[in-house]
């Protein structure tokens, strides 16, 4: 089935052919700007600072990447070193249309090579240690880099081993799935593909039988706190396409669906438009015996106690349990972390919901307590959801400040807690979750709340463009 029969067969009518979004991309001004700036290196802005310092950027994705782009214009003399170990950079979002078979493998990774200007010093390593209190880190080479200025983006890093009886090289094997798997140094993305393969293995045994599907999530903050929904919608409306069926289990350590009030009530209506989907809320998976396909919960909840008359209430008391669900396909979205060199040194926060991450103010992006210091993208410590979108907002407040302190003054860029959730409900919509620290934050008057087929067409052909030569080039 190709891709215009396919819309046909979800909405009853055709809503967006290839040709046509590609005109759209065309026509756009967007998508214009793309063109016209595709591979440009960072152009000197005419008011650049005059500024001086060492500065030292931590990492090679999306994050780091759009501040180098900016610094590189902001200052008139950059002195600029990146120690990250990736020529190869992957665009991560698109695992979810790889697995979905909207893109190939190879469409999503690409050189990082071009975004690291001849003015940078390049150290193709990745950091062991940082030591704020002297202003230096060291690499896993042994190299002491010192700075005057840092900026860390590291990211996050995945955590299968912290599951119970789960190995990496069992991800693809006994109906096991995971559209996160990746290995960014290497600038590889097995996941898209892997998960590819479970979609059509999965498509197989729908054809003699219903099978039983458990997409997972895990208590840890998650790179794309969406993404084991857009696998749930996805791959249960992939069988629709054929008249096929499964039984589908969402297995969550989260108590709803969504955090934003809006959109977790429209996706309560997606899932009854499906009416194959149970929810287990506070669910968190813990081990998995893959050869009986037995996937073990922490289940934790409340139970009713005493009625306590001075207060007029039932006291709450805490409770919990192991859950064991079977299955015949999983898909796991792993517990994440910072990168050790973070969660082990002074730069993560010490106590408290986000020990272990990099202790940012989540407004400024500037460090706490080491002033010279600043985060962007999923390392930060702050109440809000790891995406590219949150870092293309960070660039500029952590470009604005770090400048402001190399000349002395008070840092006044704000970050309003700006992301996006380009929530896949099933092929060809998407409900475009856009918010902020105080609740919805669309950029368009529609209703973000409503799935649209737009969002599909602007998600799947200009996103990707958009990323690659505007936002990595800081011109976004």
């Not at 979004?21 to 214009?32: C, D, G, I, N, Y």
């Not at 010192?146 to 590291?154: G, H, M, Q």
């Not at 857009?230 to 396409?241: A, E, V």
């Not at 934790?300 to 015949?328: A, P, R």
Request: charge should be negative; glycine fraction near 8%; charged fraction near 25%.
């Amino acid at each position: 089935m190709n891709y215009d029969e396919m819309m046909k067969k979800v909405s009853g009518k055709e809503i967006l052919s290839r040709r046509d979004a590609l005109k759209m991309m065309a026509l756009s001004p967007v998508a214009a700007s793309v063109l016209a700036s595709a591979g440009a290196p960072a152009a000197l802005d005419a008011s650049a600072s005059n500024a001086k310092g060492r500065v030292v950027i931590v990492g090679g994705g999306a994050g780091a990447l759009m501040v180098l782009a900016r610094l590189r214009r902001a200052l008139s003399r950059p002195d600029i070193t990146i120690i990250a170990p990736n020529e190869k950079h992957i665009y991560q979002p698109g695992q979810i249309f790889v697995a979905a078979g909207e893109y190939a493998p190879e469409d999503i990774i690409f050189d990082n090579t071009g975004y690291i200007g001849d003015d940078t010093t390049w150290i193709k390593d990745e950091v062991s240690s940082f030591d704020p209190d002297k202003n230096k880190l060291t690499t896993k080479a042994g190299k002491v880099v010192e700075y005057d200025y840092l900026v860390v983006a590291t990211g996050a890093q995945y955590h299968y081993e912290h599951i119970q009886g789960l190995t990496v090289d069992m991800i693809g094997k006994n109906g096991i799935s995971s559209v996160y798997l990746n290995d960014l140094a290497a600038g590889t993305a097995e996941g898209g593909t892997i998960t590819r393969n479970w979609f059509l293995e999965l498509k197989e045994a729908a054809k003699t039988s219903t099978p039983r599907v458990l997409c997972t999530q895990p208590s840890t903050p998650l790179k794309c706190g969406g993404v084991p929904q857009k696998i749930l919608y996805l791959s249960d409306d992939f069988l629709r396409l054929d008249e096929l069926t499964a039984s589908f289990t969402f297995a969550t350590a989260g108590e709803k669906l969504f955090s934003i009030p809006e959109i977790d009530e429209a996706i309560q209506k997606v899932q009854q438009g499906y009416g194959n989907i149970t929810n287990k809320f506070g669910h968190d998976l813990i081990a998995i015996d893959p050869e009986k396909k037995v996937a073990t919960f922490l289940h934790k909840y409340e139970e009713q106690g005493k009625y306590d008359e001075e207060f007029k209430e039932y006291e709450m008391i805490d409770k919990e349990e192991h859950v064991m669900i079977e299955y015949d396909f999983i898909h796991i979205s792993p517990p994440t972390t910072a990168v050790d060199a973070v969660v082990n040194s002074p730069l993560a926060w010490q106590k408290g919901t986000a020990k272990g991450w990099l202790e940012v103010d989540r407004i400024t992006l500037q460090h706490r307590r080491y002033k010279n210091v600043y985060g962007i993208g999923d390392v930060c410590g702050i109440p809000i959801a790891k995406t590219g979108g949150s870092a293309r907002h960070q660039a500029p407040v952590v470009v604005q400040n770090l400048i402001a302190v190399m000349e002395g003054k008070v840092p006044k860029g704000e970050y309003d807690g700006y992301t996006v959730c380009p929530l896949k409900t099933s092929y060809g919509e998407i409900i475009m979750a856009e918010f902020n620290y105080d609740g919805l934050a669309p950029s368009f008057s529609l209703d973000p709340a409503k799935p649209r087929w737009i969002w599909w067409a602007f998600d799947l052909y200009l996103l990707k463009p958009m990323y690659r030569y505007l936002m990595l080039n800081g011109l976004m």
